[in-house]
């Protein structure tokens, strides 16, 4: 039995807004402001939550000073179209690539994603 449908994601960051703007617009979902709370939501459910937070401190990868704790995979149809597209809402392509069928970034808080193909 199945507690929830969907699981809910939670980054810490330090501007919830900003950090909110960036994946909802990514993504293509809806973006609900609480303050310093801030949620994305799909049509069908899926939600990442946006918790504001002082002395942020980004992660950083691929060492292990400050762990990432999380990162998460978007599934693209295109890593060239893709990459063009989050870098245009504020992304860094990361210098550490691993691999040739996803492309590491950092969202604008610096938390490291993954831009995949299926």
């Known amino acids: 039995m199945a507690i929830a449908r969907f699981p ?3 980054l810490d960051c330090p501007d919830a807004a900003a ?19 801030f949620e994305v939501r799909a049509d069908y ?3 990442i939550c946006f918790q504001q937070v002082a002395d942020y401190r980004a992660p950083v990868w691929p060492g292990q000073d400050v762990p990432q704790q999380m ?4 599934v693209v149809d295109d890593l060239d179209t893709g990459e063009a597209e989050v870098i245009a809402l504020g992304a860094t392509k990361h210098d550490h690539q ?3 069928t996803f492309r590491v970034f950092l969202d604008p808080a610096g938390h490291p994603f993954c831009l995949c193909t299926s």
């Open 19 to 37: 950090l909110a703007t960036f994946y909802g617009t990514m993504l293509d979902w809806t973006i609900k402001d609480d303050g310093d709370w």
């Open 45 to 47: 459910g899926q939600c």
């Open 71 to 74: 990162h998460l995979d978007v």
């Open 8 to 10: 809910t994601i939670v």
């Open 98 to 100: 691993p691999g040739t």
